[in-house]
């Protein structure tokens, strides 16, 4: 069941008959690492942890170490019963779960690093917001996580997921695009259409810069993974439509490696570039004690 590309991927999807998540399953029982019951327990593990870092910012707001962000999820729900919300609820939802585990993590709590601590809130961000708007289960979800490690799985082989190596177009666009597979997966889509739908995540964020203010995995990452959340959605509805992405997965991971390489060192988390090296970001980084 091993694979080492989407093609490959999509090859034992379609001479096994069963979906992505089923695919990615087989491989790490197959690998003798986990059996089947220590791998559905880890799913549920990893999903409550998602789901506890998500919610408990809407409850209990908390300023981050670095106090940049804080209170910032819980104002995006207050803000979904408006009058003038724009997003509507699914999306909505999924902006303020996203920000909430962002603000979980840079207040020291437990989360969930799918693939990467500052692009942690993208996946279940997704994933808790079509629960809630779908009535989907948590088994369901777990196929997602399941089906979201194959995507992460293939670009940490065959690219990166890490910000100083090649932007955040490594970080959130990797997640964003773990995202739109499995949303599309647990609505029902083929795997064909999953890694479409990551294809077409990465290519959105393509050239996406690393560029923390003062040095934290705050600002602009809070923000920033609302979009790869927006972006996943986006991407699983075109999908889900059926919409095919002009390139192939595995030639748009390899050109957003090609592209992380070319950004400047600057641009991947140095903090010496982009919103980083605005006269606030460095009046900011100053006040950090960060130079």
Do not use: W
């Amino acid at each position: 069941m091993d694979f080492i590309t989407g093609q490959e991927l999509l090859e034992r999807c379609k001479k096994e008959q069963f979906p992505i998540s089923y695919i990615m399953k087989c491989r790490e029982a197959e690998h003798g690492i986990l059996s089947n019951k220590e791998i559905d327990e880890k799913l549920q593990t990893a999903l409550s942890i998602m789901k506890a870092a998500a919610n408990e910012p809407l409850i209990n707001p908390k300023r981050s170490i670095g106090g940049l962000i804080g209170g910032e999820a819980k104002r995006i729900e207050q803000h979904l019963v408006s009058e003038n919300n724009i997003a509507g609820t699914l999306l909505s939802k999924a902006i303020a779960y996203s920000m909430a585990v962002l603000e979980t993590n840079s207040s020291m709590g437990l989360i969930v690093a799918a693939p990467t601590a500052g692009s942690s809130g993208v996946i279940p961000g997704v994933l808790l917001a079509i629960q809630e708007a779908k009535n989907v289960s948590d088994q369901m979800l777990c196929s997602g996580l399941l089906n979201a490690s194959a995507v992460g799985y293939l670009i940490m082989r065959n690219a990166t997921v890490s910000g100083a190596e090649a932007g955040c177009q490594a970080e959130v666009g990797a997640s964003s695009a773990m995202a739109a597979s499995a949303a599309v997966e647990i609505l029902g889509g083929t795997p064909e259409m999953c890694l479409h739908a990551a294809s077409f995540a990465l290519s959105n964020l393509l050239g996406l810069v690393c560029d923390p203010i003062a040095g934290l995995v705050e600002a602009p990452c809070q923000s920033r993974n609302t979009i790869g959340a927006a972006n996943a959605i986006t991407c699983a509805e075109i999908a889900l439509s059926g919409v095919t992405h002009i390139i192939p997965f595995d030639e748009m991971v390899d050109a957003m490696y090609r592209v992380g390489k070319g950004i400047p060192f600057e641009l991947r988390e140095t903090a010496m570039g982009g919103c980083a090296a605005t006269p606030t970001g460095c009046s900011t980084c100053v006040s950090h004690g960060s130079l």
